[in-house]
């Protein structure tokens, strides 16, 4: 061959680079596909961590750049076409709703039935409640609009009233069944103001003992107080599900299998001189945790690496490898046993969150199978924000009988939704981790905002407590309210 003909085989053989998308991206389109590093190098014959550097910032070259680059492509493709068949389908069925706007009301249905998150299936889907057929779907969640249709419905002897059907007395605690569908804008009567000031008169204004027995009457008066936010609620709930074994005690003295990831870590070294630390205690954390993803009926089992935003439970993962312990602490908690664990809904989205492209802390979790049911953030908020208002009336007044009552109805009413003697009304053990690990959760993220906000965290702990160095106040407000962290300790360590 002459040189001449070298150079048109080389310039034959030769070709550019084939673009890629921005790192953020990559990430982003493997993750919205819901596929693992592992999973997608596999595919491409390459290690997890390569993927992870492609995601990163470096680019790969040859032929592995000519495949990663055709599953991006492919991958931006499918994501597009489904959500373009997404957006036909919500046409669609506004089209089929508008065109049915006179049609009469089914029966069992409430007139106001115009709510965009009700529609009509294709095809009958399992209820979320009962898992039997059903014809409507509520905020993407199958459904029967009609209670006496349910699987989980009232049992007999229910009464019925001019808006929905509500269970008799005999019968409460069973089911929360909502008065229509739609939540009501009337504001929910003050319970708590009323059971006060009906107790101090009892006791002849002793605050001591008004205390005492409204703390001791906290859980019925907290379940009266959720029936009545829960009323004109869109949602039915199953308050006594039938649970699987992993939510069951181990003895009747021992703890079932889920990991709730409470923190109990400390920094393990500071820079040399003296530090003035101070310790934060974050208010109400329990009651802030109350807004959190909670699953309606009774929990369905799945498996494989996949995570439904629409549902809630607990799920069997392999956390990732958390390497920034030096300076914060690991959203799973303090865990020595490597493996497989049992976490909640609380703490998966934590890991999801932390490990996806805003912040590329970690790698993915890896979810091995689930518990779930279709779920709501919004389950508690009426009833979380009774207890809050009554909160911030008790500190402006100085009123720390009510301030002790509130703290002991959010309080038990978590610690007691699980197979309790004291409780009877709701058995969710699910909520009951559910909760606890949004607050642990919620504490983490108080942690990582304090390090991005560039002080020195130094300790976190439990539910609520904080020790950082710097100006804490330029970050967090103080004072007594649940969005807002108080003064526990001030103290100093090393020499100066």
């Given amino acids: 061959m002459t040189d001449f003909g070298a150079i048109d085989a080389l310039l034959a053989g030769a070709k550019k680079e084939v673009p890629l998308p921005s790192a953020e991206e990559r990430r982003t389109l493997r993750e919205e596909l819901n596929l693992s590093r592992a999973q997608l190098a596999q595919a491409l014959g390459v290690s997890p961590s390569t993927v992870g ?11 592995v750049r000519e495949k990663y680059a055709y599953f991006l492509e492919a991958a931006r493709t499918k994501l597009a076409a489904e959500a373009a068949e997404e957006t036909s389908a919500e046409d669609s069925a506004s089209s089929e709703s508008d065109s049915q706007g006179d049609a009469p009301a089914e029966a069992g249905q409430a007139e106001d039935s115009g709510d965009d998150d009700v529609d ?41 009233s001019a ?15 909502p ?37 001791k009457r906290a859980i019925p008066d907290a379940m009266a107080l959720l029936d009545h ?17 992993v939510l069951r005690k181990q003895s009747s003295r021992g703890a079932d299998q889920i990991w709730e990831a409470r923190p109990k870590w400390s920094r393990s070294e500071l820079p040399a001189g003296k530090h003035e630390i101070t310790a934060l205690d974050v208010n109400g ?81 890896e979810i091995h199978e689930s518990w779930t049911s279709g779920a709501t953030e919004g389950l508690l908020e009426k009833f979380r924000i009774a207890l809050k208002d009554a909160r911030d009336r008790a500190i402006a007044d100085n009123d720390d009988v009510t301030l002790e009552y509130v703290k002991a109805m959010y309080s038990k009413f978590v610690s007691t939704m699980g197979e309790s003697n004291y409780n009877r009304e709701l058995y969710r053990t699910d909520w009951m981790h559910l909760i606890r690990s949004q607050a642990f959760a919620n504490l983490w993220w108080k942690a990582h905002r304090a390090y991005d906000e560039g002080l020195m965290v130094v300790r976190a702990m439990g539910t609520d407590e904080l020790h950082v160095i710097g100006d804490w106040r330029a970050v967090f407000a103080e004072g007594r309210g649940v969005t807002e962290v108080k003064v526990k300790d001030v103290y100093t360590v090393g020499t100066g």
């Fill in 53 to 63: 550097g492609w995601e990163s910032g470096r680019d790969p070259s040859g032929e």
């Fill in 120 to 160: 009509v299936l294709a095809a009958p889907q399992p209820c979320v409640l009962c898992g039997e057929p059903a014809r409507h779907q509520v905020a993407g969640f199958p459904q029967h609009l009609d209670p006496a249709e349910c699987g989980s419905a009232a049992p007999v002897g229910a009464t019925e």
């Fill in 163 to 177: 808006e929905g059907t509500e269970p008799a007395q005999s019968e409460r605690g069973v089911r929360v069944v």
């Fill in 179 to 215: 008065v229509g569908r739609r939540l009501q804008t009337a504001d929910t009567p003050d319970l708590i103001g009323t059971a006060v000031a009906s107790v101090l008169a009892e006791h002849s204004g002793d605050v001591e003992s008004a205390t005492k027995a409204l703390v």
């Fill in 229 to 245: 936010s829960r009323m004109g609620g869109r949602y039915d709930v199953v308050a006594h599900p039938w649970m699987p074994d």
């Fill in 285 to 365: 954390a329990y009651l802030s945790a109350l807004k959190t993803h909670l699953p309606l009926g009774q929990l369905e089992h799945s498996t494989g690496n996949h995570h439904d935003r629409r549902r809630a439970g607990i799920h069997l993962i392999t956390p990732p490898d958390w390497e920034h312990d030096a300076y914060l602490p690991n959203p799973i908690g303090s865990r020595d046993e490597p493996g497989p664990l049992w976490v909640t809904e609380s703490t998966l989205r934590l890991l999801l969150r932390v490990s996806g492209p805003k912040y590329g802390l970690c790698d993915p979790p």
